[in-house]
C-alpha cells in the first residue's frame, strides 16, 4: 500500500472514497495522533514510566500524594512515590494477593476489594493511622504506623493486666494500683489515705490524663456517725466524718502513673 506522508488536513477524516483513490487532504483514520488548531497532524504523547512499582505487587491507585499498591507481605518500595499497603487474608497470612478487583477512596480512606489466590474475595477499608512520633502520648484503639511506611498500620493496646479496675465501695490501701473503667491508657497508685476503714466511693471519679497529677476519690459508708455535743441525738455529720451521701470531709487520693 502507498503511504502518503501528511502535512495538512483540509477535509478532516472521511470515510468516503472517490475515484483515484482516497483524497491526500483527509484522513481515513488518525490513531495516536490529533489536529491542532492550525489544522496540522501532532503526535499524541505516549505513556512513560515514571516510577517503578514493587515487584510482585497487585493493583495501582493513586491516594493522598502516591501510588498505592498492594501486597499480602511487608514489601519495602524503593521509590518515595509508591506506597505499600499490606491486605492479609483472613485465614491464611502466607496465601499471595490474586488481583485487585476495586481500590478507590472512601470516607477518607482506601476502599479496596482484594481476590486471593484460594479464590477469597474480601472487602478491605483501610484506616491508615498517624505516623509515630517519639515522646508522644497514643491512647489505646488509636492507629500507628511506623516512619518506614511497611504498609501495616498498628493499634494501640493497653497492659492492664494484674491490675484492678475501678469498683465502688471497696477497700483501700497504701500502694494499691487502680485503672479506670474506660481504659484511657493510665494507670493510678493511691498514695495518700483518710480514715479508719478508707474505702471507693459510689461514683467513679474523673481521672486526670495527664502524667503526676492527682484525683480525690470521695468515700463513702465509714460507719455510723458520731453525735456532735458528746452524745446528742442530732444528726448532723460531724466535719471529719462521711455518711452514705457524701456529706463530710473524708476521701482518698490517687496519683496518675
Known amino acids: 500500500m502507498r503511504q502518503v506522508a501528511l502535512s495538512a488536513v483540509k477535509a478532516g477524516i472521511t470515510r468516503l472514497r472517490d475515484k483515484g483513490g482516497a483524497s491526500a487532504e483527509s484522513l481515513f483514520e488518525l490513531l495516536n495522533g490529533y ?8 503526535c499524541r504523547p505516549g505513556t512513560r514510566i515514571d516510577v517503578q512499582l514493587p515487584a510482585g505487587t497487585k493493583g495501582l491507585v493513586w491516594f493522598q500524594g502516591a501510588f498505592v499498591v498492594f501486597s499480602h507481605t511487608v514489601t519495602t518500595s524503593t521509590d518515595p512515590a509508591v506506597e505499600v499497603e499490606v491486605i492479609r487474608h483472613p485465614t491464611a497470612d502466607d496465601m499471595p494477593i490474586k488481583d485487585i478487583h476495586f481500590a478507590l477512596p472512601f470516607l477518607g480512606y482506601l476502599y479496596v476489594v482484594a481476590e486471593f489466590e484460594d479464590g477469597l474475595v474480601r472487602h478491605y477499608w483501610l484506616e491508615k493511622g498517624e505516623v509515630w512520633e517519639p515522646n508522644h502520648v497514643y ?4 492507629l500507628v504506623r511506623s516512619t518506614s511506611g511497611n504498609g501495616i498500620a498498628y493499634r494501640v493496646e493497653s497492659n492492664r493486666a494484674g491490675m484492678t479496675p475501678w469498683t465502688a465501695n471497696v477497700a483501700r490501701a497504701m500502694g494499691d494500683v487502680v485503672v479506670p473503667t474506660t481504659d484511657n491508657g493510665y494507670s493510678y497508685v493511691v498514695t495518700e489515705l483518710s480514715g479508719d476503714s478508707p474505702r471507693s466511693g459510689t461514683t467513679e471519679p474523673t481521672w486526670p490524663s495527664n ?3 492527682t484525683v480525690v476519690e470521695d468515700v463513702n459508708g465509714q460507719g455510723a456517725a458520731t453525735p456532735i455535743n458528746g452524745g446528742g441525738t442530732g444528726t448532723t455529720v460531724p466535719p471529719n466524718v462521711s455518711d452514705r451521701y457524701g ?6 487520693q490517687t496519683e496518675a502513673n
Do not use: K
Open 35 to 42: 489536529v491542532t488548531a492550525a489544522r496540522t497532524i501532532a
Open 139 to 142: 491512647l489505646p484503639g488509636q
Open 211 to 213: 502524667t503526676g497529677e
Open 247 to 252: 456529706n463530710g470531709a473524708s476521701s482518698n
